[in-house]
């Protein structure tokens, strides 16, 4: 069965580079996303990467896999403020129509 | 766009009772999908509906049912409610062209 760990905490002060980490079980994962998850509000997509891509920049964003050891990263350049959430990785085996299963997400807090 | 739409926002219930949350998909998507966020955890996989019918079913009792319309909106029906029912409930819109799922801001059920 799917299961997906993140680590629960990570603070980082404004302006460094942020590294959250996840680790899934299934290999028949096909995508893998980023979700960030502000207090009271529902989950944003920020990312994603398709299992046979090492690596996806998207501006701030870099989305590193390795798929041997069934690793994901999620690093954030130049963090702010803003960006204090409780970040989530997901996978899926499927396209569009998604059965997400999500890790227990990590709560990133910016130090100004 | 207005994006995915969740009503009511919050909604307070007694143990036993039944609730019915509603859900509008993001302009152009077909696919519903509801998610259980129990506090502290990641969204959980309730069911999938596409073409008005469940397509996808997670590990939930048969308390839990739902239904799509010709419009593409969708409910979530909980009957029976017991106080574990508590959570913010999300409703998310995919379609097969698309990659990612949106989501709405979610319904804060508190069962009492």
């Known amino acids: 069965g799917e299961d997906v760990e993140q680590s629960l905490f990570l603070s980082v002060r404004e302006g460094d580079s942020s590294v959250i980490n996840c680790t899934y079980t299934?290999?028949?994962?096909?995508?893998l996303y980023w979700y960030k998850q502000e207090p009271g509000a529902g989950l944003q997509l920020l990312t994603y990467?398709?299992?046979?891509?090492d690596m996806k920049q998207d501006q701030r964003l870099t989305v590193l896999l390795n798929k041997k050891d069934k690793h994901l990263s999620l690093r954030i350049a130049d963090t702010q403020t803003g960006d204090s959430a409780i970040y989530f990785c997901?996978?899926?085996?499927?396209?569009?129509?998604?059965?997400?299963?999500f890790g227990t997400g990590t709560r990133l807090t910016v130090i100004p | 766009d207005a994006g995915v739409t969740q009503s009511p926002t919050h909604l307070i219930k007694t143990r036993g009772q039944q609730v019915t949350l509603r859900c509008s998909p993001k302009?152009?998507?077909?696919?519903v999908s509801w998610y259980q966020q129990a506090l502290g955890q990641g969204p959980q996989f309730i069911f999938q509906?596409?073409?008005?019918?469940?397509?996808q079913r997670g590990n939930f009792p048969d308390r839990f049912s739902g239904h799509q319309f010709p419009n593409y909106s969708s409910e979530l029906n909980v009957n029976a409610l017991l106080l574990g029912d508590s959570a913010l409930y999300l409703c998310?819109?995919?379609?097969?062209?698309?990659?990612?799922?949106?989501f709405g801001q979610g319904t804060r059920l508190t069962v009492v």
């Open positions: 990467i398709f299992s046979n891509m």
């Open positions: 509906y596409y073409e008005e019918e469940e397509r």
């Open positions: 299934d290999s028949s994962s096909t995508y």
């Open positions: 302009s152009g998507h077909d696919t």
């Open positions: 997901a996978e899926s085996i499927r396209t569009g129509a998604n059965n997400l299963f």
């Open positions: 998310a819109s995919s379609s097969y062209e698309n990659l990612g799922a949106f």
